[in-house]
């Protein structure tokens, strides 16, 4: 096989986006190796990387280069693929009776594009009906933060977020929407810096039409100060 059909074969792989589950796809052996154990291979990786597209270690910017990627992608930017990590999600009973809709919008969202290992860059916008219990609301920016903190695709993280919650409340009437930049796409490939994407999940009274409008109204609800 020539170059350029190697090269076509190649890209034709690279552009298989097909979804499996809403569940990362992990291996069983994922946590076998402790943490550290797993820096010291990626660095050795990322090296090796940097090595073939010629670039010189040597230099005082670069050397430290490997040792900075293989941390930052087990303890930061994928941290949350490991279930220690998985916050603590407190629940307290619902004694003032609050049984409207409670809505924790815009929370900032980092996570990473797992088929080009480029940043997504956006907000995520919460709801839910208390069913007699309530959560904290820092928890439900944990929850989005953990769930991003792994390379994801943007319908199963809006998918993990609400699964998540309905667990942690006992209740289906949870939902989310969240609008995002894929750097995959703003700074490579069609290179749209302008292009967005919003994705939803709803569950319980959230399928009703009149619910998820009143949900879709408060995000729209102008909160700067």
């Given at each position: ?6 090269l ?13 589950s809403?569940d990362?796809?992990?291996?069983n ?6 943490d550290i154990?797993k820096?010291a291979?990626?660095?050795e ?9 010629g670039?010189?270690?040597n ?7 490997p ?6 992608f087990?303890n ?10 998985k916050?603590k999600?407190s629940?307290f009973d619902n ?7 409670l ?9 990473t594009?797992e ?10 916008h ?11 609301l ?17 319908e ?13 409340l006992?209740?289906?009437?949870v939902?989310c ?7 995959c796409?703003?700074?490579?490939g ?10 939803s999940e709803f ?8 619910t ?10 102008d909160?700067?100060?």
């Amino acid at each position: 096989m020539d170059l350029e059909k190697q090269l076509k074969a190649i890209e034709e792989l690279g552009n298989d986006h097909v979804g499996t589950s809403s569940d990362t796809p992990l291996r069983n052996d994922a946590f076998d190796k402790s943490d550290i154990e797993k820096i010291a291979l990626i660095k050795e990786d990322v090296k090796s990387i940097l090595i073939t597209l010629g670039l010189d270690l040597n230099d005082d910017s670069l050397k430290g280069t490997p040792t900075r990627v293989a941390k930052m992608f087990v303890n930061e930017i994928f941290g949350g693929l490991h279930p220690d990590r998985k916050p603590k999600a407190s629940t307290f009973d619902n004694k003032y009776k609050y049984n409207e809709m409670l809505v924790e919008k815009n929370i900032t969202l980092y996570s990473t594009c797992e088929h080009h290992l480029l940043p997504i860059v956006g907000r995520a916008h919460i709801a839910y009906i208390s069913n007699g219990t309530v959560v904290g609301l820092s928890k439900m920016n944990r929850i989005v933060d953990y769930y991003a903190k792994r390379p994801q695709v943007q319908e199963r993280l809006t998918i993990q977020i609400v699964k998540e919650l309905q667990e942690v409340l006992n209740t289906e009437d949870v939902a989310c929407v969240i609008d995002a930049k894929h750097l995959c796409v703003n700074s490579r490939g069609i290179r749209d810096i302008d292009s967005s994407t919003v994705t939803s999940e709803f569950g319980g009274k959230f399928k009703n039409v009149e619910t998820r409008r009143e949900f879709l109204d408060y995000i729209k609800l102008d909160t700067e100060f």
